[in-house]
């Protein structure tokens, strides 16, 4: 199973970007979907995840600003970030939790990451 992420860049302040994740291999079923982020020095945190049936989370640092949505069929997630800040520059990286059958247990995949970087 490979996660392939895209859309980082850098933006200024108050602007936007999308970010994709797609999803291919060996799956049966895809449980939740997220995405998370790592800034220097910092620990990595979850931003926004989807379950299976559309319920959303988000943190509340991004509340209100990001949107989170998924495409069960195609596999993928995608993360729209408007109203962007410099905190929000971090490495961002998908994750799917997975089956690759009935009975099997669910597992965690990992994307590569891509950077966004806000500047003021």
């Known amino acids: 199973v490979q996660l392939q992420a895209s859309g980082g860049g850098l933006v200024q302040a108050g602007g936007s970007l999308r970010l994709s994740c797609a999803a291919s291999?060996?799956?049966?079923?895809?449980?939740?979907m997220g995405w998370y982020r790592q800034a220097p020095g910092k620990t990595r945190e979850l931003v926004a995840t989807i379950s299976s049936d559309g319920t959303t989370n988000y943190a509340d640092s991004v509340k209100g600003r990001f949107a989170i949505s998924r495409d069960n069929a195609k596999k993928t997630v995608a993360l729209q970030m408007n109203s962007l800040k410099p905190e929000d520059t971090a490495v961002y990286y998908c994750?799917?939790?997975?089956?690759?059958?009935?009975?099997?247990?669910?597992?965690?995949?990992w994307g590569q990451g891509t950077q966004v970087t806000v500047s003021s």
């Open positions: 291999g060996s799956i049966f079923g895809i449980n939740d």
């Open positions: 994750a799917v939790n997975y089956r690759t059958g009935v009975g099997v247990i669910e597992l965690t995949k």
